[in-house]
């Protein structure tokens, strides 16, 4: 194998983790890759998805119960998790404003200085975080996406944030993208075929007004063998996920023979790479030994 390369993993919360990217992270720690979640918020805000873990004990101290939650998912990917140390901003009831002192309401600096800290200390090779809408409009997902692309853009400038650590430029960033029409509607004929139900009629009726779709992906990386794996990720997230809900509504050997891949956006890249990818290290080993031969004189 070529010499390990680093990614990180910008999200907004406990469990967006094993929701997004989470069998491609596997693999590459799998493969030898060195992998962190950069989680921005406790999750402290977030509701108990899950009736069997609507118990008064959990409700009295949900913030501690995330964070187990979110240590057993991050064991069960293989990978390192940094907390940022963000407030949740919580859903805003009916458009009410985010209070003062959340991720979403301190000013954007704050964030990007504290990511710049965390990438200059990891050196990432590749950074994945979400699209301009969050991959869903909650106003932590929105700052998680401005913090992250200003972060990329500043860590390798020496004269931003010098108290950050020594400059490091990573040389890609991409959005993740969790669902693709496509992909939502190739599940929804397969499951209809077999005569099994299909969660997803509404989103699809839906899919017209969301941003986001099949053209932007750039990235599909083949991860179907490490989907188990995922699905335990998610389910240490016992008071998010419900083991009876949507996130288990395709057989796994459906998923793997119809969509065996999780699918990315690149967006910045300062090595030479072509889409369609099926790695999001493409073009990176070869950036880096071209880098330490031009470094080592002839
Ligand atoms: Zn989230």
Same mark, same amino acid.
């Given at each position: 194998? @070529?010499?390990?390369?680093?990614?990180?993993?910008?999200?907004?919360?406990? &469990?967006?983790?094993?929701?997004?990217?989470?069998?491609?992270?596997?693999?590459?720690?799998?493969?030898?890759?060195?992998?962190?979640?950069?989680? !921005?918020?406790?999750?402290?805000?977030?509701?108990?998805?899950?009736?069997?873990?609507?118990?008064?004990?959990?409700?009295?101290?949900? @913030?501690?119960?995330?964070?187990?939650?979110?240590?057993?998912?991050?064991?069960?990917?293989?990978?390192?998790?940094?907390?940022?140390?963000?407030?949740?901003?919580? /859903?805003?009831?009916?458009?009410?404003?985010?209070?003062?002192?959340?991720?979403?309401?301190?000013?954007?600096?704050?964030?990007?200085?504290?990511?710049?800290?965390?990438?200059?200390?990891?050196?990432?090779?590749?950074?994945?975080?979400?699209?301009?809408?969050?991959?869903?409009?909650?106003? =932590?997902?929105?700052? !998680?996406?401005?913090? @992250?692309?200003?972060?990329?853009?500043?860590?390798?400038?020496?004269?931003?944030?010098?108290?950050?650590?020594?400059? /490091?430029?990573?040389?890609?960033?991409?959005?993740?993208?969790?669902?693709?029409?496509?992909? %939502?509607?190739?599940?929804?004929?397969?499951?209809?075929?077999?005569?099994?139900?299909?969660?997803?009629?509404?989103?699809?009726?839906?899919?017209?007004?969301?941003?986001?779709?099949?053209?932007?992906?750039?990235?599909?990386?083949? !991860?179907?063998?490490?989907?188990?794996?995922?699905?335990?990720?998610?389910?240490?997230?016992?008071?998010?996920?419900?083991?009876?809900?949507? /996130?288990?509504?395709?057989? %796994?050997?459906?998923?793997?023979?119809?969509?065996?891949?999780? =699918?990315?956006?690149?967006?910045?890249?300062?090595? =030479?790479?072509? @889409?369609?990818?099926? &790695?999001?290290?493409?073009?990176?080993?070869?950036? !880096?030994?071209?880098?330490?031969?031009?470094?080592?004189?002839?």
């Amino acid at each position: 194998m @070529s010499a390990p390369l680093r990614l990180m993993a910008v999200h907004a919360h406990p &469990d967006d983790e094993s929701s997004k990217g989470a069998a491609t992270m596997a693999r590459y720690v799998t493969e030898g890759h060195e992998v962190l979640v950069v989680t !921005c918020t406790g999750g402290e805000e977030g509701s108990i998805l899950n009736p069997a873990m609507d118990l008064p004990e959990v409700r009295a101290d949900l @913030s501690a119960v995330r964070a187990r939650e979110v240590a057993e998912a991050i064991a069960v990917l293989g990978v390192r998790q940094h907390r940022l140390g963000f407030t949740d901003s919580g /859903w805003p009831d009916g458009g009410a404003p985010v209070p003062p002192g959340r991720f979403a309401t301190v000013p954007l600096e704050q964030g990007t200085e504290r990511l710049v800290t965390v990438m200059r200390e990891f050196r990432p090779h590749v950074v994945v975080t979400y699209d301009e809408n969050g991959g869903y409009p909650h106003p =932590d997902h929105i700052r !998680c996406h401005e913090v @992250s692309v200003a972060a990329f853009d500043a860590a390798g400038d020496d004269r931003l944030f010098p108290a950050a650590g020594p400059p /490091w430029t990573p040389l890609k960033l991409y959005y993740v993208h969790e669902w693709c029409e496509l992909r %939502m509607r190739t599940f929804h004929t397969a499951l209809l075929a077999e005569g099994l139900d299909s969660p997803y009629h509404e989103w699809l009726d839906e899919w017209a007004d969301k941003p986001g779709s099949t053209e932007r992906i750039t990235t599909r990386v083949p !991860c179907g063998e490490h989907f188990p794996v995922r699905d335990r990720a998610l389910l240490a997230h016992a008071t998010q996920i419900d083991p009876h809900s949507h /996130w288990f509504a395709v057989p %796994m050997r459906m998923q793997q023979r119809l969509w065996p891949t999780e =699918d990315f956006e690149l967006v910045r890249s300062h090595v =030479d790479t072509e @889409s369609p990818e099926d &790695d999001l290290f493409t073009g990176v080993s070869a950036f !880096c030994s071209r880098k330490r031969e031009e470094r080592i004189p002839g």
